[in-house]
Each structure stands twice: as structure tokens, then as C-alpha cells.
């Protein structure tokens, strides 16, 4: 029967291109980096400081978590500053902190 043939190809088609999906999503080399915001009171603020994390060089998509007071940044190919982040943070008027990779502050001395 040529149905089934068809029906065969497609299913492998199907499998190919799912396939293809998680591949390259395992291969996109993005990386995070955590901040600590100060100052946030409302879902204003919120959106204040991630239009203010996304106008940084490099950055490629920013998230605010309001209860937690904290964001995440995601950056594919370059690095953004870390301290043009935070410079752009206290520039909307907050606080921002890196956080090491354990969710504790980051040391500066
Ligand atoms: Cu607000």
C-alpha cells in the first residue's frame, strides 16, 4: 500500500525535524547571569528594570521576579558588562547586585 509509505515518511519527517529541535536547543551556548534588585514596589518598577537591563549591550532577554527581587539576564554570543547592568539599573532609579552562581552575593572587594 503507497498510504502507508506516506504515512511512514511523514511520521520520520516528524521525528527528523523533532529531533533537530532539541539538538539545537541543547547546543545554543546561552548563559545567565542572576541579579539581586533593590527597591521594586510594583509591576511598574518591575518594568522599569527590564526595559533598563535590555538596553544593555549583549543582553538578550531580561526577567524581572517582583517577590523575589531579583532578575535574570540571558546573553548568547558576548558577555554583557556586568557593571553596565547594574549602572543601567541604578540609572532607572534601583539597586541591582550580582549574584554568584549559589544565589549568594557576589564578593567585591
Ligand atoms: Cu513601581
Same mark, same amino acid.
Do not use: W
Given at each position: 500500500?503507497?498510504?502507508?509509505? @506516506?504515512? !511512514?515518511?511523514?511520521?520520520?519527517? *516528524?521525528?527528523?525535524?523533532?529531533? !533537530? !529541535?532539541?539538538? $539545537?536547543?541543547?547546543?545554543?551556548?546561552?548563559?545567565?547571569?542572576?541579579?539581586?534588585?533593590?527597591?521594586?514596589?510594583?509591576?511598574?518598577?518591575?518594568?522599569?528594570?527590564?526595559?533598563? !537591563?535590555?538596553? *544593555?549591550?549583549?543582553?538578550?532577554?531580561?526577567?524581572? @521576579?517582583?517577590? %523575589?527581587? $531579583?532578575?535574570?539576564?540571558?546573553?548568547?554570543?558576548?558577555?554583557? $558588562?556586568?557593571?553596565?547592568? *547594574?549602572?543601567?539599573? %541604578?540609572?532607572?532609579? @534601583?539597586?541591582? %547586585?550580582?549574584? $554568584?552562581?549559589?544565589?549568594?552575593?557576589?564578593?567585591?572587594?
Amino acid at each position: 500500500m503507497k498510504a502507508k509509505g @506516506y504515512l !511512514l515518511a511523514g511520521a520520520a519527517v *516528524v521525528l527528523a525535524v523533532a529531533f !533537530l !529541535l532539541v539538538c $539545537s536547543e541543547g547546543k545554543s551556548e546561552e548563559t545567565v547571569i542572576d541579579f539581586k534588585i533593590k527597591g521594586m514596589t510594583c509591576n511598574h518598577c518591575v518594568e522599569n528594570v527590564t526595559k533598563a !537591563l535590555q538596553s *544593555v549591550e549583549g543582553v538578550d532577554t531580561a526577567i524581572v @521576579y517582583f517577590e %523575589e527581587d $531579583s532578575a535574570v539576564v540571558r546573553y548568547k554570543d558576548q558577555k554583557p $558588562s556586568e557593571e553596565a547592568l *547594574v549602572k543601567a539599573v %541604578e540609572k532607572a532609579g @534601583y539597586g541591582a %547586585e550580582v549574584m $554568584s552562581e549559589a544565589g549568594a552575593p557576589a564578593e567585591n572587594d
